[in-house]
């Protein structure tokens, strides 16, 4: 092998070029992304950048060193065999990694809505969160929660709309519901069950046909796998680029990483995509590997965290209707722990929150599989590790 072409210059895109190196590759690397930055972090866009604590959150990794033909402000446009076509030409390679992440959705209407995705996303809206403004956020999810953090901590007024019962709901399901509290008081106007027909100018409408007054519109309702360009390219496209687990694509020499990949889990006996930084931090070694020809296996306890009204929530594993186990109290502790255990007494999935403990011996438990004492499970003064 030759010549690597990585497509999409996030975190999955440079560290898939750090592990070529890193696995001894002496060949050509090409990496291209269609922003014009360098590769930089996104977690922090919606926390620090967002509260005007740092304007640069670019990876530390010295693309000279790894001697990587760095092309910033470069689009791929579509993919045949053996070539990547480009918003500068064509690029023939022997071995190609995907990783093109995802895109913010956004809703009907005509008004302006802000989406928060790039830098430049974070940057702008920083500008507009000043004292006084009115802010609608639609979603409760993740990013929705954390601009509404920024939001308010700038002294804007805010209001969250969510079309679910709870906050979280499509990661948490009812869990997200001990989070409700923590938007009243920190002064948020969180309106549950409440859909939004479309952003218009001035505001949003509601499915209900009233309004919502606002000057700014932040949309987090979600992401979709950036892979339009792969269309007619053969390969196989189901809510991402599919691949097996060893991170190999339909196509031969062609592998897919970071959040733009849905990868067969074997822990979990499905296809995952997992819009994680641990999983575009993790999976570039095992893409590259299977590149090179070797069969390393990507199957990790996905692991997410969020910084959220002051709030630092973590959450681990994967779940799918197992019984709960609350660790403390959410209405009375600012510490607390939810764990969901299957049948046979083995923990699915950990969600800590200001409790980084149990999800650290929580991740390890789930790794292991090891079965738990549920009586002791619920008594927060006891370690995970010792349940
Ligand atoms: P991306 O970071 O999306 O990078 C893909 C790159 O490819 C982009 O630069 C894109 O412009 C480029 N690209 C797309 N199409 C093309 C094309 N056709 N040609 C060339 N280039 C292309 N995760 C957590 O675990 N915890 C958090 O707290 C957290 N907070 C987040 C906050 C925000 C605001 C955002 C946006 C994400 C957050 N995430 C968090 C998720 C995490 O950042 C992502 O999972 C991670 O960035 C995925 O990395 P990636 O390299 O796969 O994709």
Same mark, same amino acid.
């Given at each position: 092998?030759? *010549?690597v072409v990585v497509v999409g210059a996030g975190l999955a895109g440079v560290r898939s070029v750090e592990a070529l190196?890193?696995?001894?590759?002496?060949?050509?690397i090409t990496l291209i992304g269609e922003e014009? *930055?360098?590769p930089?972090?996104?977690?922090?866009?919606?926390?620090?950048?967002?509260?005007?604590?740092?304007?640069?959150?670019?990876v =530390?990794?010295?693309? =000279?060193?790894?001697?990587?033909?760095?092309?910033?402000?470069?689009?791929a446009?579509?993919?045949?065999?053996?070539?990547v076509?480009?918003?500068?030409?064509?690029?023939?390679?022997?071995g190609l990694v995907i990783a093109t992440g995802a895109?913010?959705?956004?809703?009907?209407?005509?008004?302006?809505?802000?989406?928060?995705?790039?830098?430049?996303?974070?940057?702008?809206?920083?500008?507009?969160?000043?004292?006084?403004?009115?802010?609608? &956020?639609?979603?409760?999810?993740?990013?929705?929660?954390? &601009?509404?953090?920024?939001?308010?901590?700038? =002294?804007?007024?805010?209001?969250?709309?969510?079309?679910?019962?709870?906050?979280?709901?499509?990661?948490?399901?009812?869990?997200?519901?001990?989070?409700?509290?923590?938007?009243?008081?920190?002064?948020?106007?969180?309106?549950?069950?409440?859909?939004?027909?479309?952003?218009?100018?001035?505001?949003?409408?509601?499915?209900?046909?009233?309004?919502?007054?606002?000057?700014?519109?932040?949309?987090?309702?979600?992401?979709?796998p950036s892979v339009?360009w792969l269309?007619?390219?053969?390969?196989?496209?189901?809510?991402g680029v599919?691949t097996?687990? *060893?991170l190999?694509t339909?196509?031969?020499?062609v592998v897919a990483v970071g959040d733009c990949a849905?990868?067969?889990?074997?822990?979990?006996?499905?296809?995952?995509?997992?819009?994680?930084?641990?999983t575009a931090l993790?999976a570039p070694d095992?893409a590259v590997?299977?590149l090179?020809?070797?069969?390393?296996?990507?199957?990790?306890?996905?692991?997410?965290?969020?910084?959220?009204?002051?709030?630092?929530?973590?959450?681990?594993? *994967?779940?799918?209707?197992?019984?709960?186990?609350?660790?403390?109290?959410?209405?009375?502790?600012?510490?607390?722990?939810?764990?969901?255990?299957?049948?046979?007494?083995?923990?699915?999935?950990?969600?800590?929150?200001?409790?980084?403990?149990?999800?650290?011996?929580?991740?390890?438990?789930?790794?292991?599989?090891?079965?738990?004492?549920?009586?002791?499970?619920?008594?927060?003064?006891?370690?995970?590790?010792?349940?």
């Amino acid at each position: 092998m030759n *010549h690597v072409v990585v497509v999409g210059a996030g975190l999955a895109g440079v560290r898939s070029v750090e592990a070529l190196r890193a696995r001894g590759f002496g060949g050509t690397i090409t990496l291209i992304g269609e922003e014009t *930055h360098r590769p930089y972090d996104r977690p922090p866009l919606s926390k620090s950048v967002l509260l005007g604590e740092t304007d640069s959150t670019v990876v =530390d990794s010295d693309l =000279d060193a790894l001697e990587v033909d760095f092309r910033a402000g470069v689009a791929a446009k579509g993919l045949r065999e053996g070539v990547v076509e480009t918003t500068e030409g064509e690029l023939a390679y022997d071995g190609l990694v995907i990783a093109t992440g995802a895109r913010p959705i956004r809703l009907r209407g005509d008004g302006p809505q802000h989406v928060l995705r790039t830098i430049d996303d974070a940057l702008e809206l920083r500008a507009l969160l000043v004292p006084g403004t009115k802010v609608a &956020v639609i979603g409760a999810g993740w990013i929705g929660a954390e &601009v509404a953090t920024a939001a308010r901590r700038a =002294d804007c007024e805010v209001t969250v709309v969510e079309a679910a019962g709870v906050p979280l709901s499509a990661a948490l399901g009812p869990v997200g519901a001990h989070t409700v509290s923590w938007y009243a008081r920190a002064g948020v106007d969180l309106r549950l069950g409440t859909a939004v027909a479309s952003v218009d100018q001035g505001g949003l409408t509601l499915a209900d046909g009233s309004a919502v007054e606002a000057g700014v519109v932040v949309t987090g309702v979600g992401v979709r796998p950036s892979v339009e360009w792969l269309a007619g390219s053969g390969l196989e496209l189901e809510n991402g680029v599919v691949t097996d687990e *060893h991170l190999r694509t339909s196509l031969p020499g062609v592998v897919a990483v970071g959040d733009c990949a849905a990868w067969w889990s074997r822990r979990y006996g499905r296809r995952m995509r997992v819009e994680h930084w641990d999983t575009a931090l993790g999976a570039p070694d095992v893409a590259v590997a299977a590149l090179l020809g070797d069969d390393a296996v990507y199957d990790p306890v996905p692991y997410f965290w969020s910084e959220q009204f002051g709030h630092m929530v973590q959450y681990a594993g *994967h779940h799918d209707g197992e019984r709960l186990v609350l660790r403390g109290d959410p209405a009375a502790d600012a510490k607390w722990a939810v764990c969901w255990v299957a049948d046979d007494h083995r923990l699915t999935a950990v969600l800590a929150v200001n409790r980084p403990r149990d999800l650290v011996q929580g991740r390890r438990l789930i790794e292991r599989g090891r079965r738990l004492d549920v009586e002791r499970l619920a008594d927060p003064a006891v370690a995970l590790r010792d349940c």
